[in-house]
């Protein structure tokens, strides 16, 4: 089967997923999503584990801006596929699966929310994590629940107010890695050497008890899907993506038009 975004291996149990949009740092698009969850749909009967990576620069960089589309004076978004991204991680953190998130390089915005839903976050000592959304009137409703499940509130709040970069260390403090050291590569082999001993039908069990324990990503669906459309659909922020996108002007650069 042909991918156009990401990479596909199957290795026994264990699938591969790569991002393979270099161009972007691995933006993510409507074929991304759409992509990912193919992929996931096959995992879902024949895979125990599934591990999602990036490049050694670039896990995900979050939403592609170029997917906003400009005419004239009228600003319209193209369609993100919210539902279905929020759906795609939904599957991560639900799924018959062990999802492992293997980061190298930047995680940012969306590519946050790639990791919040995994099982296990694996990285190496370049991972730099961000939520930047802000920084253009935005902020990560899709991401949140996920993160908040993960980390904490209070935590998911810093790093939404703050947008600045963290890296490796703080991101292990702060509970959003698991385990990291430089040689990541390594690391995934010894937990792979583990998990892949761990049967699927135990594994769906159990995560459908922990997903009754706590099911709040599910409960939040609704409301993060629309509150997504809305601030993607103010004119405001459609501005701000605008100068960014055909100018590389950043917010708060201003604007000499």
């Known amino acids: 089967m042909e991918w156009k975004t990401i990479k596909v291996e199957f290795d026994g149990p264990i699938c591969y997923i790569k991002f393979n949009r270099p161009n972007t740092k691995n933006a993510i698009n409507n074929l991304l999503i759409e992509e990912c969850h193919r992929v996931v749909s096959l995992c879902e009967k024949k895979s125990s584990v599934v591990i999602f990576e990036g ?5 995900c960089f979050g939403a592609d801006f170029n997917e906003v589309e400009f005419s004239g004076n009228s600003k319209t978004q193209r369609a993100q596929g919210p539902d279905l991204l929020y759906d795609l991680w939904l599957k991560m953190a639900s799924g018959p699966f062990i999802s492992i998130s293997h980061v190298r390089g930047v995680a940012n915005a969306g590519g946050i929310g790639f990791v919040a839903a995994s099982d296990i976050v694996i990285a190496d000592d370049t991972a730099v994590f961000s939520l ?44 959003l890695v698991d385990e990291y050291q430089k040689n990541s590569n390594g690391l995934l082999k010894r937990q792979l050497a583990r998990v892949i001993k761990l049967p699927k039908s135990g594994i769906k069990q159990y995560k459908n008890y922990m997903m009754e324990l706590n099911d709040f990503v599910f409960k939040s669906k609704k409301h993060a899907v629309e509150t997504n459309q809305s601030i993607f659909s103010d004119s405001f922020n459609l501005e701000r993506i605008r100068l960014f996108v055909e100018k590389g002007i950043y917010p708060w650069e201003g604007n000499d038009e």
């Open 55 to 59: 490049s050694p620069q670039a896990f």
């Open 132 to 175: 930047s959304e802000l920084l253009f009137g935005l902020f990560p409703a899709m991401v949140l629940p996920f993160l908040i499940r993960k980390i904490g509130y209070q935590k998911s709040n810093y790093l939404t107010l703050t947008t600045r970069p963290i890296n490796v260390q703080l991101a292990y403090e702060l509970g």
